[in-house]
């Protein structure tokens, strides 16, 4: 989806202040040396009490004041989430709406797992190219990986979960200036492949209540999966999956032509090993610029990965600050299993 500048976004995120420090989870037996070696990560925020769509909205008015856009001007509010939100049977996207003063937007739960910040900005784009409504659209995630549902530090292979609200609004460049601050998204792409989805299913049975079968086990789905598929060749195809999401996306940009270089690609939150093993060598096919991995000391943010990174660009005070009139990637995935990479630059 190329944009041709046409469109601008405001990211912001909120993380609790409490934090896990990986080092307890090692002396308390939760992780492993060669777990924590493998991920490289210090610690995971942790939200003692605030449930994940307040997280949300905690994110959603810093994007919004950053933006200077009042509440009740966002035309829809696009909600994304991995995993539980408070409550069985409700809309989180209508609390988030209504918790920020958004009364007159039409909220939407987006539901693409780790990818689904990634889901919403498009959908946010795809409204504001329709031209019906040039209103600001409103993106959040949120996620509270708390136990006895989930465990943050054992409830899956390679990723470590830390909790987090992110938000970005979205609007349209047109002939009105381009908030201070923001960033002009220049091209977004999508691929799938549906066939990967048994990699997070039971291969049981289906359940018919939410936690029927106890707490999450992704360990034990991806090792159903990967006993049946091989590991190689599923590790290869999220590499080959990753270099061709970046090479369109790059493309329909004009990254490397007319003078356009990236300074960066920032990549989801997965940590040391993964960068090394899939995302770097994935990157490295496309493009030498430098890659990234802000994890440290956030851990995998569930779906608010994208919107933490583009976040990150222009945060005046932190070391991925994108200067003016550059340029960076971002990459985002999630289970399914579905890619995406937004390419944007600070004007």
Not at 299 to 312: I, M, Q, R, T, V
Request: hydrophobic share 45%.
């Amino acid at each position: 989806m190329r944009t041709g500048g046409r469109i601008w976004l405001s990211a912001a995120d909120w993380l609790p202040a409490a934090a896990e420090k990986t080092a307890d989870a090692l002396a308390g037996g939760r992780v492993t040396i060669d777990e924590a070696e493998a991920m490289g990560y210090e610690q995971l925020p942790v939200s003692e009490e605030e449930p994940a769509p307040v997280l949300a909205v905690r994110a959603a008015r810093r994007a919004l004041s950053g933006a200077a856009v009042r509440p009740r001007d966002v035309g829809a509010v696009l909600h994304a989430w991995t995993y539980y939100q408070g409550h069985d049977f409700w809309s989180p996207a209508h609390y988030v709406a209504a918790a920020v003063g958004a009364h007159g937007a039409v909220p939407l739960g987006v539901q693409q797992m780790c990818n689904g910040a990634a889901a919403a900005l498009q959908a946010a784009v795809h409204r504001l190219a329709a031209g019906d409504d040039a209103a600001p659209v409103l993106v959040t995630t949120g996620d509270r990986f708390a136990r006895p549902g989930f465990d943050r530090w054992s409830g899956d292979y390679g990723v470590w979960y830390g909790d987090g609200g992110t938000a970005a609004v979205v609007g349209p460049a047109g002939p009105a200036a381009v908030p201070r601050g923001a960033l002009v998204l220049d091209a977004l792409r999508t691929r799938a492949v549906p066939a990967l989805e048994a990699a997070h299913r039971d291969p049981g049975a289906f359940h018919p209540a939410p936690h029927s079968a106890g707490a999450v086990d992704v360990r034990r789905t991806k090792k159903a999966f990967l006993a049946s598929h091989g590991k190689a060749g599923f590790l290869d195809r999220l590499r080959q999956e990753t270099s061709a999401v970046l090479e369109a996306t790059l493309r329909e940009a004009g990254i490397g032509h007319n003078g356009r270089e990236l300074s960066t690609v920032l990549l989801p939150r997965l940590g040391r090993a993964t960068a090394r093993d899939v995302y770097g060598p994935a990157v490295a096919r496309v493009t030498d610029a430098p890659v990234a991995d802000l994890g440290d000391r956030t851990g995998h943010l569930g779906a608010g990965d994208l919107l933490s990174n583009l976040a990150a660009l222009t945060d005046d005070s932190g070391p991925y600050r994108l200067g003016r009139g550059r340029y960076a990637a971002v990459l985002s995935a999630g289970a399914g299993f579905t890619w995406s990479a937004v390419v944007v630059h600070r004007p």
